[in-house]
């Protein structure tokens, strides 16, 4: 340029536009909704702030100087904010990133976590679950199928939760199989064997031989949210509006875990009080008569084996492929049962994959002729499933951080069941690569370490490492789900793929 370059005129501003009191906010932190006087240019939140000296010298100007330059070399170039330089740490200390991630697991499955729990996903977050892994994003709602107003209920004074059995000595559960009401049955309680944001699961003894099957169950004892047992929340919206979701909730995963009835999937033997299955509205009708929120447990099967992700842990990751097939083949069947029941499940993940007896004696049964007439697994953890039509949508942003779908992140109507096959997709790369797709690549540099799965979850940013060089057939099922949904497989296709299909025909269950 080389004729001076004239900014425009100054405005004029008025200085009772302005508050005289300065108040620091946090670049770190959320941004707010923006007060600034309109004619004021817009500042860069994302430099570095100085001290709380320099901030005192910074003043709201009177009037603007646009500054004029030469030529174009020596115009202002553009800043961006750069993250803190971090020190290099350990291999294991990278593995603990706080990223709305359990802290206690490790990041990839080669890594011992040393002794875990079974983290159950729940509609609700906790207030304070920095420390766990992210289970749902209730930032979309769906419609509840209740019509029954809240104003109508009675609902009690006292919110504090109870815990049926606790209250004698040897820890005696009550309950009663389902559609069997008339005639209750009684556990003894062994261990904990998980935990979640909203349920603790035990293991339960039978005190009756009568019924072989139900003589070790598990029971998943349901605990509420803080703003549902203080009862200074009684009066609040979000009160009732939780308690309604909550309600809503609970009664989709009974209704749903009852109608089904599949080796591979975990089956619902009973319940602690016979209102969780016969009532459309159950926390309300019972709270009327208890003046408390009525304890809930769902007696289910048990699995002795743990989960899948606790499993390829305690072996390094090592799982060999002729395993990995017959454990995905038995996951494959499962979804298709349930999809062909218009049955999603929304959060299937290695946690909620249950094996029915431990590793080493999955790993025996190889040759023996038990092999294709007994199931491996269970899918566990239906409280985030929904019973769909046919071509419907959802809209609820739910599900586990690692293994949701991009059009789960951007908040549009998605299907849920392409949903679950992309959860497949993770699920499989998992045990095949020992990581999960989305996590960090190997030699990642620092800020690829902080950066979020959600990130490269909605880019689609996920590669071969350890097979990049070898071919298997069950790349083919990786490859077309952890793809846009335009292209993705159904669960039908990945039934009909030789990975699956190769297995699956062997089954005699």
């Not at 899948?308 to 298709?336: D, Y």
Request: aromatic share 8%.
């Amino acid at each position: 340029m080389s004729e001076e370059v004239q900014g425009p005129s100054t405005p004029k501003i008025q200085q009772q536009e302005f508050k005289t009191e300065k108040t620091y906010q946090n670049p770190y932190m959320a941004k707010e909704t923006s007060t600034t006087h309109p004619n004021l240019p817009l500042v860069n939140t994302d430099l570095p702030v100085g001290s709380p000296q320099s901030l005192e010298q910074q003043q709201t100007p009177l009037s603007l100087v646009i500054s004029s330059f030469d030529n174009v070399q020596t115009l202002p170039t553009p800043m961006a904010y750069t993250p803190p330089v971090i020190q290099p740490r350990s291999p294991i200390d990278q593995l603990n990133i706080v990223k709305r991630r359990d802290p206690a697991r490790g990041r990839n499955l080669n890594v011992s976590p040393g002794k875990q729990q079974r983290y159950l996903s729940e509609l609700f977050p906790l207030p304070d679950s920095s420390g766990q892994r992210v289970s749902s994003l209730p930032t979309v709602n769906e419609v509840s199928s209740l019509d029954v107003s809240l104003a109508e209920s009675n609902i009690g004074r006292n919110k504090l939760a109870t815990e049926p059995g606790e209250g004698t000595d040897d820890g005696i559960l009550t309950g009663f199989v389902v559609d069997h009401y008339d005639e209750p049955l009684f556990w003894r309680k062994v261990e904990e064997i998980g935990a979640g944001n909203f349920s603790t699961v035990y293991l339960y003894e039978s005190l009756d031989q009568s019924h072989p099957e139900l003589r070790q169950v598990a029971v998943k004892r349901i605990k509420y949210p803080e703003e549902l047992t203080l009862a200074k929340f009684e009066s609040d919206a979000k009160y009732k509006e939780l308690l309604s979701r909550l309600e809503s909730s609970l009664t989709r995963e009974l209704n749903v875990l009852k109608s089904l009835s599949h080796p591979c999937v975990v089956k619902l033997y009973g319940i602690n009080n016979p209102v969780f299955l016969q009532s459309g509205k159950p926390l309300r009708d019972l709270m009327g008569d208890l003046d408390q929120l009525p304890a809930c447990d769902m007696i289910m099967s048990y699995c002795a084996g743990g989960d899948l992700l606790s499993a390829a842990a305690s072996c390094n990751g090592r799982i060999e492929m002729w395993l990995i097939q017959r454990l995905f083949a038995e996951l494959t069947l499962a979804v298709k049962y349930l999809h062909e029941s218009n049955v999603i499940h929304r959060d299937l993940k290695l946690e909620n994959i249950i094996l029915k007896y431990p590793l080493p004696a999955l790993i025996g049964m190889k040759e023996s002729p038990l092999y294709t007439q007994k199931n491996f697994i269970e899918v566990a953890d239906f409280g985030l499933c929904k019973r769909i039509e046919p071509g419907e949508m959802c809209t609820a942003r739910c599900g586990s951080e690692d293994y949701v779908s991009p059009e789960i992140l951007m908040g549009v109507p998605y299907d849920g069941r392409l949903s679950d096959t992309w959860a497949l997709g993770v699920i499989l790369y998992g045990l095949l690569e020992c990581r999960l797709p989305f996590d960090p690549p190997p030699n990642a540099t620092a800020r690829q370490r902080n950066r979020a799965p959600a990130h490269r979850i909605a880019r689609f940013d996920w590669k071969w490492f350890q097979w990049a060089e070898t071919d298997t057939p069950a790349k083919e099922i990786v490859e077309n789900t952890l793809t846009r949904k335009t292209q993705r497989w159904m669960v039908e296709d990945i039934y009909e793929s030789e990975f699956v299909k190769e297995v699956a025909s062997q089954f005699a269950f």
